[in-house]
């Protein structure tokens, strides 16, 4: 596509992130508008398979058996469980169920087995499934496509300059190649990061230009406001600032206009018209749910009430069909 490019500069981003913000944001809704139906926003709904005890250093997570946070292990849920909580989920509007999984990278063994049953059994009541689940090679990615799963989550996080200061025990050019792999296999992309955590407007914008910079865009970039959890060294990180949320949102729209950009993490403590910018300034996509993964969410009512409120409808399943992207065909989350 002529009009979506993959060399914006970082010159360029900081000069969109940094116009007036009536103007910025009046220039992400006129994107958002050419691109997307603006009032309907996609709701995924989060499942925990498998909570803490990970290996890795992610110095935001709770899940990380390296800090002392309240999170208790749990080994792998039942299949029927998850479809039980899908099934809940389908009814509060989620179009997608998204299984999360406190791995550094996905095994094969058993475990695995077990999530490729959790995809069918999803798949069958007319879910979208996404997984996140950390690295995968090639041939899981494809064991993990060929399941039906829809959408693979791998957020870069932050910048490359400035991942080092977040997590030691991977790089990012780990989190990279499973993103390579992932497209490999057919699956979309769900990649983005986390604003807050004591990063530079410049880190910031480093991560968009590495996300803009892939080809396709990922189909869906999740940009999440760090939710600060005890007993993880950010614990005592300060709230970022809506305004920061909409600057991130609305030059994530620009920059990637096909892409759906999801108003991820940190929503519980953001006011309803705090969201409601984030949504005139292109994200069409929440996590909803009383959970994340381990934090809690915004309750389902509500989320109704402010879908009510603000005239946003839920947008349906398999929007863009079923069929699987083809390497280096981007089959967008556009209407
Ligand atoms: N273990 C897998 C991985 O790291 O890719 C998947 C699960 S991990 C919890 C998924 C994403 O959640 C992370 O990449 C991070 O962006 C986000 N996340 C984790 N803890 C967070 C927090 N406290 N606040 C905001 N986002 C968080
Ligand atoms: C993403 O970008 N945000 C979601 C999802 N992908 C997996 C996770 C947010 C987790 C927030 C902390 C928690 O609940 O444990
Ligand atoms: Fe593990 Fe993922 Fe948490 Fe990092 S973000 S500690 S890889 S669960």
Same mark, same amino acid.
């Given at each position: ?8 500069? @970082? ?15 009046? *220039?992400?809704? #006129? ?9 309907? /926003? %996609? ?39 998850? *479809? ?19 791995? *550094?990278?996905? *095994? ?23 997984? #996140? ?21 791998? &957020? ?5 300059? $400035? ?6 025990? @991977? ?10 792999? /992932? ?24 991560? =968009?230009? #590495?996300?803009?910079? !892939? +080809? ?9 406001? =760090? /939710? ?7 614990? &005592? ?6 305004? +920061? ?16 950009? @999801? ?11 705090? %969201?409601?910018?984030? $949504? ?9 749910? +009383?959970?994340? !993964? #381990? ?41």
């Amino acid at each position: 596509m002529k009009d979506i490019r993959h060399n914006w500069s @970082r010159e360029e981003l900081l000069n969109i992130y940094n116009t007036p913000l009536m103007e910025l944001i009046f *220039r992400a809704a #006129t994107i958002h508008r050419q691109y997307h139906n603006p009032l309907e /926003v %996609q709701i995924s709904s989060l499942i925990s398979v498998k909570t803490g005890g990970c290996s890795e250093d992610c110095g935001y997570c709770p899940q990380s058996a390296r800090h002392h946070t309240e999170v208790k292990v749990h080994k792998i849920m039942g299949v029927e469980e998850v *479809r039980g909580l899908a099934e809940k989920a389908k009814l509060g509007g989620a179009s997608r169920m998204c299984l999360g999984a406190a791995w *550094r990278e996905v *095994r094969d063994n058993s475990d695995f087995d077990n999530v490729l049953e959790m995809v069918k059994s999803i798949n069958a009541i007319d879910m979208e499934v996404c997984c #996140t689940m950390g690295m995968l090679t090639e041939e899981q990615a494809q064991k993990l496509s060929d399941a039906g799963v829809y959408a693979y989550n791998h &957020n870069l996080d932050t910048s490359e300059e $400035f991942y080092s200061e977040v997590i030691t025990t @991977r790089t990012y050019d780990d989190r990279l190649n499973t993103l390579k792999n /992932v497209r490999k296999a057919g699956m979309t992309i769900c990649s983005g990061g986390i604003i807050g955590m004591g990063e530079s407007i410049d880190d910031r914008l480093g991560m =968009l230009k #590495t996300l803009s910079g !892939l +080809d396709p865009h990922p189909e869906s970039v999740p940009i999440n406001s =760090l /939710v600060p959890v005890e007993g993880t060294p950010m614990e &005592n990180q300060p709230l970022v600032p809506i305004w +920061d949320m909409v600057r991130m949102i609305a030059t994530a729209r620009i920059v990637m206009p096909k892409s759906a950009v @999801r108003l991820s993490a940190g929503r519980l403590g953001m006011s309803q018209e705090g %969201q409601a910018l984030c $949504f005139l300034s292109g994200a069409n996509s929440i996590f909803a749910g +009383d959970k994340l !993964l #381990t934090t809690p969410n915004p309750s389902i009512n509500e989320d109704v009430a402010l879908f009510e409120n603000l005239g946003l409808k839920p947008s349906a399943a398999f929007k863009f069909g079923r069929m699987k992207t083809a390497v280096g065909e981007n089959i967008s989350e556009t209407k």
